[in-house]
């Protein structure tokens, strides 16, 4: 029994590790940003301009939820313990630019294939941005985005 018990503590807490998605990070630390920002993916429709809408509006069909967390105080910290997240997640680093006092990272997490998150984060200065998207996009369809493929003709 005492084995049987130690085996389902062992494979709830390595579930649990390997389902690390941002929306952990986002709540952990949403009472120390400047702003924060969560909201279903069907109500950013609403916010976005008409001519952006058409370009984004297929990958909005693909999308749960969107996450942003912004950081002026302390931006340095919050760095140091996203980069901590990220590094001890499963979350794959696609692109990083460095320049200048300012860093753009594009990370994805994938689970059967899927695309199930995509994380932006963005630093400049003492400020720092990091963007959440829970998805459901294949791998061919991240693909075409990136490359500058027509978003429509990716998803649908």
Do not use: W
Not at 38 to 65: N, Q, R
């Amino acid at each position: 029994m005492k084995r049987l018990l130690l085996l389902f503590v062992i494979v709830a807490f390595s579930s649990c590790a390997i389902n690390t998605s941002f929306n952990s990070f986002y709540q952990e630390h949403e009472d120390d940003s400047e702003f924060s920002f969560g909201l279903s993916s069907s109500l950013v429709a609403t916010f976005l301009p008409e001519e952006d809408l058409k370009d984004i509006k297929p990958l909005l069909k693909k999308a749960k939820h969107i996450r942003i967390l912004v950081f002026s105080e302390h931006a340095e910290d919050k760095t140091e313990k996203f980069d901590k997240f990220i590094n001890r997640s499963k979350f794959e680093k696609m692109i990083k630019v460095k320049g200048d006092n300012e860093k753009i990272a594009f990370f994805t997490l994938q689970r059967n294939k899927k695309v199930k998150e995509i994380v932006l984060e963005i630093a400049t200065g003492s400020d720092l941005v990091l963007i959440g998207l829970k998805t459901n996009l294949k791998q061919a369809d991240l693909d075409k985005i990136i490359n500058g493929s027509d978003i429509e003709d990716a998803i649908m």
